[in-house]
């Protein structure tokens, strides 16, 4: 390991914004700790980045609390100083009125994208607050900022998000702990795909006539984040394709 080279700790690496993050991040002199529910995934990722810098994968569902625990103790002496977390793993599960609102979907979004960020947080927190650095990266969305119409229980775990952000940034600032909430508008990954359960259909119009972002484009600033000097702190940065200015305001050819 370089002596300034850093440990990044990425959950959700299989896909989308967090294999675009761990396969830039891989070009940038940090050594990385790649997680998913998808094994295969993360080996063949593990393979392709493994020529560029040090790798550990890690399969676990952030949902369940013991294997959260369990993977994490797992981690080899030389892994486990882990210098910045991304807690990215989430996802849309439906798109319904309240009314009409699926209770195993809550669940998920629920249990995943907040009760799972919380899960992994608690298990890395202690050795930042024992180091006295460190950095968190959160993802949220602009369903955190706002809320759409049938976006009910995915914004309220996204507006979860924003407020643990900040309330980490408050109770962490005394440890020198940096927290950074990243909340991007539409970016075209496998998001959609699971949104709409696997309906291609839905999916691609989700982005139809408009330039969405990229999993690359958030990497890029996920990057920035990470590597200001040491008295900066991106606080909170919402990022949108240029044809999107809110939730519901996107410009269409044709529309
Ligand atoms: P993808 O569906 O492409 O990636 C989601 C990632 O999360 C996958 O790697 C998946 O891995 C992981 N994940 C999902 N559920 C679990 C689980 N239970 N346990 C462990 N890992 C899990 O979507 P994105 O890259 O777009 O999403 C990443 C983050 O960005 C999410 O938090 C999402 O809410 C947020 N976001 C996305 C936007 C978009 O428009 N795409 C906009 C704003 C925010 P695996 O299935 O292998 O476990
Ligand atoms: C994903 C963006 O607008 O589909 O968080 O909710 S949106």
């Known amino acids: 390991m370089g002596n300034n080279q850093k440990t990044v700790f990425i959950t959700g690496a299989t896909s989308g914004i967090g294999l675009a993050t761990a396969r830039l991040l ?43 625990k369990t993977a994490i103790a797992s981690l080899p002496s030389t892994w486990q100083s882990i210098d910045v977390l991304i807690n990215n793993a989430g996802n849309a599960h439906g798109l319904s009125m309240i009314q009409d609102g699926d209770q195993d979907d809550w669940d998920a979004m629920l249990d995943i994208n907040v009760k799972g960020l919380l899960n992994v947080s608690k298990e890395i927190l202690p050795g930042m607050t024992a180091q006295n650095s460190g950095h968190i990266i959160n993802i949220g969305s602009i369903a955190g900022k706002e809320v759409y119409a049938k976006g009910n229980v995915y914004c309220a775990s996204k507006f979860a998000v924003d407020a643990i952000t900040q309330g980490m940034r408050i109770d962490l600032n005394a440890h020198g702990i940096k927290v950074t909430g990243i909340h991007p ?17 839905k ?53």
């Open 26 to 68: 891989s070009e940038h002199n940090f050594r990385l700790i790649i997680c998913g529910r998808r094994k295969e995934r993360l080996e063949n990722l593990k393979q392709e980045l493994s020529s560029k810098t040090e790798i550990l994968a890690l399969s676990f569902d952030v949902r369940n609390r013991q294997d959260v």
């Open 185 to 201: 508008g539409l970016v075209n990954t496998e998001f959609s795909k699971v949104r709409f359960k696997g309906d291609k259909e």
């Open 203 to 255: 999916a691609d119009k989700v982005y139809e006539g408009m330039s969405p972002l990229y999993g690359e484009d958030v990497a890029d600033v996920i990057l920035f984040a990470i590597t200001r000097p040491a008295h900066v702190q991106l606080a909170d940065l919402v990022i949108f394709p240029t044809a999107q200015a809110s939730s519901t305001t996107v410009l269409r050819k044709n529309s």
